[in-house]
Nanobody
Framework: QVQLVESGGGLVQAGASLRLSCAASGRTFSTYAMGWFRQAPGKEREFVAAISRTGGTMEYGNFVEGRFIISRDNNKNTVYLQMNSLKPEDTAVYYC??????????????????WGQGTQVTVSS
């Protein structure tokens, strides 16, 4: 069983930055493909970013446009999402997800077996 705990969300103004963290349980974090997704009220879950086990492969949702960076520290069992130049439309609950079975899982939510509880990000205009 893998437990994921997100943190770092909050209320910020447009143009600000936030760094989300997702701490994972287990001694085999380095074998998990990781991803970030988000869901805004009334909208479907949306892919944000994904990173491979070693951090060598990364992918971003089309809306990111160079503003976000996903990274991981396998020594700390943590994956990060650095979000810059935030916009009001980035307002959503952000979830991290883990796939222990693949090197890289990309933008497909069905690939991920474990999900965190989410952290709220609110961007005011």
């Amino acid at each position: 069983q893998v437990q994921l705990v997100e943190s770092g969300g909050g209320l910020v103004q447009a143009g600000a930055s936030l760094r989300l963290s997702c701490a994972a349980s287990g001694r085999t974090f380095s074998t998990y493909a990781m991803g970030w997704f988000r869901q805004a009220p009334g909208k479907e879950r949306e892919f944000v970013a994904a990173i491979s086990r070693t951090g060598g492969t990364m992918e971003y949702g089309n809306f990111v446009e160079g503003r976000f960076i996903i990274s991981r520290d396998n020594n700390k069992n943590t994956v990060y999402l650095q979000m810059n130049s935030l916009k009001p439309e980035d307002t959503a609950v952000y979830y991290c997800a883990a796939d222990p079975s693949r090197y890289y899982s990309g933008k497909y939510p069905t690939h991920y077996n474990y999900w965190g509880q989410g952290t709220q990000v609110t961007v005011s205009s």
